[in-house]
């Protein structure tokens, strides 16, 4: 179960030269659930989320357009990556930016302090570097080009060639650290999740680690190393600091100790700059390593991961646009296991959308609180004595509760979706079977009657309530409706953990007009 703790959540830092698509998206509105679900646990609850704005890529691409790197990041930041998460209902803490003084000043004292510690030299350096992953490229993910770019050496993901760098910069002792990165992943075996991405992990670090090239001299656009202004310190370090300076690392220490170690939730692509660098790093500067990484997979579209390059990228907004931003997160935290790849498809979200969510959810919501209107004057009836129908929807109710606080605890929100699920199946079948409608006609069936729409109406209160981290706008209205006076969002004696108990929404209660939750859409 969740507990009444600390618990910090962050989103990878976006790279915002590339559009917001829906892999992005999926990120956001996973770690924004989770987050949700903490938050109405009693948890105290901090999600971070944000943008990673400098390298040599967006710099080049700030002069492509004429305008300065900051201007161009700018630009980016307010005309795409802010509206995404207003698209999505997103309810972030913060949001980070990489060009923000806090970040910069703190991730200059950090790497003043690994100096200090005898963990960076100075060298030299030559490889392959992909400006599109802004990283030095290992020999796993070096192809060899065809086509266009046939004889030249590309990048496995990008496939554009890639560029020969040799310069002098400054070197983490990454090879240092591989001993106690293995003694982690042995001692803590959730550190990384799930155990696909785990075996990844263990297996490259068993491989051997080399030192890293912390630093880039031959352009400016970044964080100056602070003993030597003539480098940069490299975009991908940079960046994997914003976890600890949006919280206060180097200027806010009470609230760095409420807050850290946090939990990151990453694309698998990017996996082992967090499962890796990223703890060696806090190692070496005296901090506790993360909580934990979850690697989710890729959304595919047409059997490829989403690529701008491509032209396999989604906006979100061709989703929410027809089917609304509760459909869309549904929909994407329910049908693919997360920590695997999931193809993405329009007939399945609508075939999805119109079975789970309109005739499913959306109907039983409707004609439980339309007959309440009708039979009983928009009053919540008194339930009489529970016969043994009744008994078993309370029964799938607390087990749906307590199976989906169980997989939240291990990050599965499509299994928490699917125990929730089970309260919208059962409470569908027990208005069939009950035939509130038939009751209605007798006036010696009055007390069972209402009986039935109470253990309904009841059952829509622990929906509302499960539900609201996954769908906060439709949980919202239908919380409204049950005649809520506070807003779901703030109403904390309605936490998570106390969904599953039954008799919380008190006889008597006016219950108000609901209109359709999800409507149903027309499809060219």
């Not at 080009?145 to 993901?157: D, N």
Request: glycine letters at 8%; aromatic letters at 12%.
């Amino acid at each position: 179960m969740t507990s009444a703790g600390s618990f910090y959540i962050t989103t990878p830092i976006y790279y915002p030269s590339d559009l917001p698509h829906i892999g992005h998206g999926y990120t956001s509105v996973a770690v924004d659930t989770l987050a949700r679900w903490h938050r109405q646990g009693g948890d105290d609850t901090w999600m971070l989320t944000g943008t990673d704005e400098h390298g040599q890529k967006m710099l080049r691409a700030a002069a492509a357009n004429g305008v300065t790197p900051q201007q161009w990041v700018d630009k980016l930041v307010a005309e795409s990556w802010f509206p995404l998460l207003k698209t999505l209902d997103v309810a972030n803490d913060d949001f980070i930016r990489t060009t923000q003084p806090r970040h910069e000043e703190a991730v200059q004292a950090f790497f003043q302090a690994l100096y200090d510690r005898g963990y960076i030299y100075a060298g030299e350096y030559e490889a392959l570097y992909c400006v599109g992953c802004e990283e030095f490229k290992p020999e796993s993910e070096i192809v060899d080009g065809t086509g266009p770019f046939e004889g030249l050496k590309v990048c496995a993901i990008h496939s554009k060639p890639l560029e020969l760098l040799q310069e002098k910069n400054y070197f983490f002792k990454l090879s240092e650290f591989q001993d106690k990165l293995l003694e982690l992943y042995k001692t803590e075996p959730d550190f990384v999740r799930p155990d696909s991405a785990r075996n990844e992990v263990v297996s490259f670090v068993k491989q051997g680690l080399k030192d890293l090239s912390i630093s880039r001299s031959t352009f400016d656009w970044g964080i100056k190393v602070p003993w030597d202004d003539s480098h940069v310190i490299y975009v991908w370090v940079d960046a994997l600091l914003n976890y600890v300076t949006a919280i206060g690392y180097g200027t806010d220490e009470e609230n760095f100790q409420r807050r850290w170690p946090a939990y990151h939730v990453v694309g698998k692509d990017i996996l082992r700059f967090h499962a890796v660098i990223w703890p060696a790093l806090l190692m070496a500067a005296g901090l506790e390593v993360p909580r934990g990484v979850f690697a989710h997979g890729w959304l595919l579209v047409g059997g490829e991961k989403m690529s701008k390059s491509k032209l396999t990228g989604i906006a979100p907004t061709e989703i929410t646009d027809v089917f609304g931003s509760d459909a869309y997160r549904f929909y994407f935290l329910s049908a693919i296991p997360f920590g695997h790849d999931g193809s993405f498809s329009w007939e399945d979200l609508s075939a999805r959308y119109q079975a789970e969510l309109a005739n499913g959810f959306g109907n039983l919501a409707s004609r439980t609180t339309a007959m309440i209107e009708r039979y009983f004057e928009g009053i919540v009836p008194a339930p009489g004595e529970y016969a043994e129908g009744d008994l078993a929807v309370q029964k799938t109710v607390r087990d749906a509760a307590a199976a989906a606080d169980a997989a939240i605890e291990r990050f599965r929100i499509d299994e928490a979706i699917t125990a929730i699920w089970t309260i919208v199946d059962e409470l569908n079948g027990y208005i069939t079977d009950n035939e509130p409608w038939a009751l209605a006609k007798d006036d010696a069936q009055r007390e069972r009657l209402g009986t039935v729409l109470y253990t309904a109406a009841e059952g829509l209160r622990a929906l509302a309530v499960l539900l609201s981290p996954v769908m906060p706008i439709a949980t919202e209205k239908l919380w409204i409706a049950l005649g809520a006076a506070e807003s779901l969002g703030r109403l904390q004696e309605q936490g998570i953990r106390e969904a599953g108990d039954w008799g919380i929404l008190k006889p008597g209660t006016s219950v108000n007009g609901l209109a359709p939750l999800f409507p149903r859409v027309e499809q060219a």
